[in-house]
């Protein structure tokens, strides 16, 4: 079983930067594709990014391309979100998700392709 925690959520303001993480623990995620999906209030959950196992391959909604940047660090079984210029209809509880199939597909931006999930993390955007 993989356990999933997400920390660095917070309170900020419009075009300001945050950096989540998601660790893993109880096995090693290398070769797992990873996820960060988020609910904002009221709205259904949304892709937001994914990354390869080995961080070579990754994919973005077009809603965050070229402000947020995913990576993963293996060596801590860690996985990031780097989020900049930071918008109003960001604010979102966002989630990390692994795929132990490592897969790099379009199916990838379906929630229903991960096994596991984070409890997930506020971000909370101010206008």
């Known amino acids: 079983q993989v356990q999933l925690v997400e920390s660095g959520g917070g309170l900020v303001q419009a075009g300001g930067s945050l950096r989540l993480s998601c660790a893993a623990t109880?096995?090693?995620?290398?070769?797992?594709?990873m996820a960060w999906f988020r609910q904002g209030p009221g709205k259904e959950r949304e892709f937001v990014a994914f990354i390869s196992g080995s961080g070579g391959s990754t994919d973005y909604a077009d809603s965050v391309k070229r402000r947020f940047t995913i990576s993963r660090d293996n060596a801590k079984n860690t996985l990031y979100l780097q989020m900049n210029s930071l918008k109003f209809e960001d604010t979102a509880v966002y989630s990390c998700?692994?795929?132990?199939?490592?897969?790099?597909?379009?199916?990838?931006?379906?929630?229903?392709?991960?096994?596991?999930w984070g409890q997930g993390t506020q971000v909370t955007v101010s206008s």
């Open positions: 998700a692994a795929d132990r199939d490592g897969g790099l597909t379009y199916y990838n931006r379906n929630y229903e392709a991960y096994e596991y």
């Open positions: 109880g096995r090693t995620v290398t070769r797992y594709t």
